[in-house]
C-alpha cells in the first residue's frame, strides 16, 4: 500500500488553478464536462470527470479540481463512492488501481492492477459499500475490500469452473448479494463462509410478466440493479434501442415497475431506501415503497448518474455538461478547461495554444467527433463553435499569419473551416473551393491531413488519395493544385505536412516514404525519399512526425526509431542526403538512439534540445540527442499517461504542453527561445519571496550566453549557461548552500565575450 499525504484547501482538496506555474512545475488542462459518476460528501458534490475529479461547494458553489498534480495515483477513473462513517472516498480506476482519500491523505491500493495472475479486463465497474467493506464489481469478477484495515480480503471468480466474468453492479437484498452482468443475474448469501467458491454462486432465474405472459431473463444483460430492505429493482437491457423495461423483486416475485422507462436506464442509486434511476436524458425518483416522487426530463441531457439531497435539490453527473443541479431551474458546473480531452493535434502561435479534438484514427476512418476544437490563450480556455454548419472531426488547428482572429481547421473528410474569432464563419469544400475531393468518395469529401502557412501567408493543403495531394491558397485568394504523378497515386494516405526555413514542403504518406516539394527548385520540383541508400536511408517507411531543429537538420519520427537528415539542401543541389542515427553508448555498447520505439512527435526547445512524444511517456534529450536529460513516464511524474500522441511548446515562455490518450499536460522548462538584443531581461520572481519553492528564471538573455550571479560585493555565488535564452538558479551557491537575504546582480556575456550586468533581484529569508 502506497501512501500519499496530502495538504486538501476548504477541508478535502487542494485546487490545481489556472496561473502559469514556476521552473519544473506542472498543470494540467483538463476537460471536466465528460462526468461520468458523482457522490455527496456533507456540502460538497464531489464528481469524477474520467481523468480526474471537481468538487463543487453547494453552499458556496465554488469550484476545486483534483488529478495526479494533488496526489491521485493516475488518470482513468471509473467509479467513486463514499464511506460516511469511515469517512472514507474510494476512487477506483479503469486499470484496477484504488486510491482512498481519509484524514488528508491517499492510500493507494494496486494489488489489483498489479497481479499478473488476472488476465484480461481488470477495470472496476461498481462499488458497493456495505459495513466496512467495498464490494468491486470488476471485468473478471468480484473483489472484496476491508475499508477500515485498507487491504483487500476474497476475490470471487464466478464464471462457470471460477473463470473470469465482467460484472456490471452490485447490490444486497435480503442479506444476499445480487451482481449484474452481461449474462444475467448471480446472488450468494453475504455471509457464506464458502462464497469464495464459485459452486456457492447461482444463477437467478428472473421470472417476469410480459404482455405475452411469464418469461425467463435468465441469460439476460442486466446493465443496473439497485436495492433497499424491501425491494429489489433491476433494469433489462433490451438488444433494441428504447425498449428496456425495469422490474421490482419483493423476495416472493417479479413485477414490472409502475412507471418504467424504456429509454435506457444507466444507473439505480439507493439514497437513504428511496431508489433515484437515470438514463441518458431523464430521471425518475421513487420513495422506499417505489411510489413515484418525482420525474425530470431533458432531451439535451446526457446524464450518468443521479441522486438528491435534503434540500430537496437532485444532482447529476452528465457526459456533455459536467454537473446538473435541478430543483425546477437548471444549473450546470464544471471547472474550466478544454472542450474534450480528445486529441488530434496541437499547435502554438503567439502566446496561444491551439488543441484539436476530432481527426483520424490510427486506421485513417473518421471519428464522428463534434468536440472541434480548443483554444487557450491569456490563460484561458475557449471553445470552437461550429456557427451555422455541421462539422465533425478537426484534424489540426492553425492561426492565420495576417489575422490573428482567424483560425483554420482541417478536417479529416469535410475540408477546410475558417474559425473568426472562434466561430465558424466559412466551410471550403471541393465544391464550393479548389480544394481536390477524395478518390471515389462523394463530391464533397476532402481528407485533410496538413495545413500550414508559409512566410508569404499562402496556406498550403495536403490533402488524402485525391490527384492533387498538395493545394495552396495565397492570401488573395488563389488556389493552386500540384500534381506528382505516379509517385503520389491517388490512393495514396497522406500524414504530416511541414514547411521548413527554406520553404520546402515536406509531406509524409503512409508506409510509403517522404515526398519534398521545393517550387524554386531549377531542375525537377520534387523528390522521393525512401529507407533505400541514396534515397534517404529513412528508418523505416512509416514516417509518423517530422521537425526542423535551429540548425536546419530534419528530424524525423517513425514507427521503429528515429532518422535526422543533417544536408536537407542536399536533396536538390547535389550530395548525399541520406539519414542518420543517433547512436548512444549503452551497457558496454552503442545502440541506436529509440531503436523500436514509436516516436508520435518531435518539438524543439529554445536551447535546441528535443522533445520526443512516444508511447513510453515523454523524453528530453540534449541538441545532439546523445545525452537523455529527462525521461518523464506515469511512474516517475505526474504524467498523464505514457502513450503521448503530440507536443508543442511556448517558446516565449519554455512551457511545454503535452498530449496524452488520457488529457493534456504541461510542464514549464527552463530553455526559452534567445533574445537577439538581449536588452530586456526579465527576472522572477523578483523579490523572491522566504516561501518561494523552486527555480528563479532569468529571461530574454542571448543563446548559450555565460551567466554570473554575485552578491552586492561583487563575489560570484554561481554560474551558468542559459537554455536558449532562458538561465536558472535554485538560490544555492556553487558549493550547494543556501544563499543569505539580500540583493543580487546577474551579469551575462555578450557577442564580443564581455560581461556587464543586466539585472538585479532580491531575496527575502
Known sequence: MRRISACFLFLLFSASLFAQPGIGQWREHLSYKNATDLIQKGDKIIVASGEALFILNSSTDELERFSTLDGLSESGISTIDYHQNLDIIVIAYSSGNIDLIQDGEIFNLSDI???TNILGDKGINHILIHEDFAFLSCGFGMVKLNLADKE??????????ATNLKLLQTTIFQDTLYTTSPEGVYKAAVN???IIDYNSWTKVDLIVPTDSGL???????????????????FNHRSAYYNNDVQYTYNGTSFNELSGSSPFRPENINIINNEFVINGNTWGQHYNENLIKVKGFNNSDWNLTCAIFDEKGN???SDANYGLIRWNVHTWTFKPEGPNSNNLSRLSFKDETVFMAHGGKSTGFTPQYRTDLGSVFRNESWTTLDKGDFQLYDIELLRQDPVDPNIVWGATWWQGIVKFENNIAIEHLTPLNSDIPKRTDADAEDAWIAGLEFDDEGTMWILSSQSSFPLVSRDQNGNWEQISFGSTVSTITLTKELMITSRGQKWFSLKDNGIVVY???STGSKFRKLSNSNGSGNLKTSDILCMTEDQNGKIWMGTSEGLSIIHNPRNIFTGGNYDADRVLIFFDGNWEELFDGQQINDIVVDGGNRKWFATNNGVYLTSDDGVDQIHHFTTENSVLLSNNVMDLTINQATGEVFIGTEQGLISLMTDAVDADLDANDVKIFPNPVPPNFHGSLSIDGLLENSVVKITDISGNIVYETRSQGGRATWDGKTLDGDK?????????SADDEALLSEVGRFLIIR
Open 152 to 161: 483487500f480480503t476474497e476475490t470471487y471468480f464466478i464464471g462457470d469452473q
Open 739 to 747: 544563499v543569505k537575504s539580500g540583493v543580487y546582480v546577474v551579469l
Open 192 to 194: 457464506d463462509p464458502l
Open 314 to 316: 437532485y444532482w447529476a
Open 215 to 233: 418469461i425467463n431473463l435468465r441469460d439476460s444483460f442486466i446493465n443496473t440493479i439497485g436495492a433497499n430492505e424491501n425491494y429489489l429493482v
Open 113 to 115: 492492477k498489479r497481479n
Open 518 to 520: 521545393d517550387e524554386n
